[in-house]
């Protein structure tokens, strides 16, 4: 079993930025897609970002392209979570999932691993 631990959350002001870290640990380590969901208050749980720990394609939600950057470290089985010029709307719980497949897509059904979450608060 695959245990993702995210870490990196917390309150901060809006216009600042904040790295988000997801380290995955377990039976040795066959998934080849890693990356972002998030679900604000109120909403549903809607991708960021993932991408192939193999090939290093990225797949980003069009609502934060430009301010989200995510790399992945593959030889420590870690993704990281830049988020630049944050907004009061990027407040949300952040979960970091990975997949055995290498489609690495948006969506939240193919994603068998969760994280339990790291909370970003944003004020204005």
């Known amino acids: 079993q695959v245990q993702l631990v995210e870490s990196g959350g917390g309150s901060v002001q809006a216009g600042r930025a904040r790295i988000l870290t997801c380290a995955a640990s377990g039976e040795p380590f066959t998934r080849r897609c890693m990356g972002w969901f998030r679900q604000p208050p109120g909403k549903e749980r809607e991708g960021v970002a993932v991408v192939s720990m193999i090939g290093g394609i990225r797949v980003y939600a069009d609502s934060v392209k430009g301010r989200f950057t995510l790399t992945r470290d593959a030889a420590k089985n870690t993704v990281y979570l830049q988020i630049d010029n944050l907004k009061p709307e990027d407040t949300a719980m952040y979960y970091c999932?990975?997949?055995?497949?290498?489609?690495?897509?948006?969506?939240?059904?193919?994603?068998?691993?969760w994280g339990h979450g790291t909370q970003v608060t944003v004020s204005s």
């Open positions: 999932v990975a997949r055995l497949g290498d489609n690495c897509r948006l969506d939240r059904l193919d994603y068998t691993d």
